[in-house]
C-alpha cells in the first residue's frame, strides 16, 4: 500500500471522527447536557469571548428563541403562589442579565420560574465606560460595574406592554422574601427558603454553568423537599425560623 493511500485513509478516519464529535457537541448543546456546558460549552465560550460580549451575544440568541431545549416538567412540589402569581418553581434570574426585558420568554422557555428585568433608570443612559464586567474565573465569580446601562423605563415599558404583562401587587401586608446570592444548587436554594425566601434567584451560576443548571436547581430542590418532609415549597418557607421557637 502506497502512502498517499495511509494519508487518504487517516484523512477519511479524522474526518469521520471529526465530523462525529461535532454532531455528538450538537447533540449535546441542544439537549441542555449539564456537564457538557459546564466542563465544555461555557469554559470554552469564556477563553474565546469578554464577558460584556458573551452576556450580549447570550441575551439576543436566547431573544430568538435559540436556548436548549427543556423538556422538563416541574413537580407540583416545586410550584409557588406568591403575590397572587402562580410560578411554576421557586428560581428565577437574578436582575442584570435581562437588563432592558428582551429575552423574557427565551428565559422562561429555558426553565426559569420567573425572570427580574432590569435594572432600568427612567431615562435610557449607556452606563460607565468598557471594560466594565470582569470574570474571577477561579472564583466562579463575577465583577460588575456596568453602571446601570439601560434603554430607560419608557422603552422597557413598551416592551412589557407588548408583552401583555400586567402590574399586580396583592402583598395583603405581607412583603414576601426574594433570596439571592451564591445559588447554584438545590441545596443552597433550600437554605434560602427554609431561612425564609418564597423565591430565589441567580445570576453567577447560570452565566458560569450555562442554562442546565435551572434543571439542575429544580431537580435537586425537589428531592430535597420529598427528603425531608416538604409537600411543597410554601410548606419549607421559613422551615428553619419555626424549628427555632
Ligand atoms: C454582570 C452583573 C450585572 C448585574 N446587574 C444588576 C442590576 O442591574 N441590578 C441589580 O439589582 N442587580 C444586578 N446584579 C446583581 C444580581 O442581580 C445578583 O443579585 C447578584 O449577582 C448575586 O447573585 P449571584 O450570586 O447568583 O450572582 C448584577 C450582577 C452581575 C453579575
Redesign the pocket.
Known amino acids: 500500500m502506497s502512502r498517499a493511500y495511509w494519508k487518504q485513509r487517516l484523512k477519511d478516519a479524522f474526518l469521520v471522527l471529526g465530523g462525529g464529535g461535532v454532531l455528538f457537541s450538537s447533540f449535546l448543546t441542544i439537549k441542555g447536557d449539564e456537564h457538557f456546558y459546564a466542563q465544555c460549552v461555557m469554559p470554552i465560550l469564556q477563553q474565546i469571548v469578554s ?1 460584556e460580549l458573551a ?1 450580549t451575544l447570550s441575551v439576543k440568541c436566547i431573544s430568538m428563541g435559540l436556548v436548549p431545549l427543556c423538556r422538563r416538567h416541574d413537580s407540583e412540589r416545586l410550584e409557588v403562589n406568591v403575590l397572587g402569581h402562580r410560578f411554576r418553581n421557586p428560581v428565577g434570574l ?4 435581562d ?1 432592558h426585558g428582551e429575552a423574557i420568554d427565551g428565559l422562561f422557555k429555558m426553565g426559569f420560574g420567573f425572570v ?1 428585568v ?2 432600568i433608570t427612567p431615562k435610557p443612559q449607556d452606563g460607565n465606560p468598557t471594560p466594565r ?1 470582569f470574570r474571577l474565573s477561579q472564583d466562579r465569580a ?3 460595574r ?1 453602571g ?1 446601562n439601560s434603554h430607560g423605563v419608557e422603552v422597557v415599558k413598551q416592551r412589557l406592554i407588548f408583552r401583555g404583562e400586567k402590574q399586580k401587587l396583592l402583598t395583603a401586608g405581607k412583603i414576601p422574601i426574594i433570596g ?5 444548587s438545590g441545596l443552597d436554594a433550600l437554605q434560602k427558603i427554609r431561612a425564609g425566601a418564597s423565591l430565589v ?7 458560569f454553568q450555562g442554562p442546565p443548571i435551572i434543571g439542575k436547581i429544580t431537580r435537586e430542590l425537589d428531592r430535597l423537599l420529598l427528603e425531608q418532609g416538604f409537600s411543597c415549597v410554601s410548606e419549607a418557607v421559613g422551615a428553619d425560623e419555626r424549628s427555632n421557637v
Open positions: 464577558p452576556h437574578a436582575a442584570g442579565f437588563k427580574e432590569g435594572s464586567v463575577i465583577i460588575n456596568y446601570f439571592v446570592g451564591g445559588v447554584s434567584q441567580l445570576y453567577t451560576a447560570f452565566a
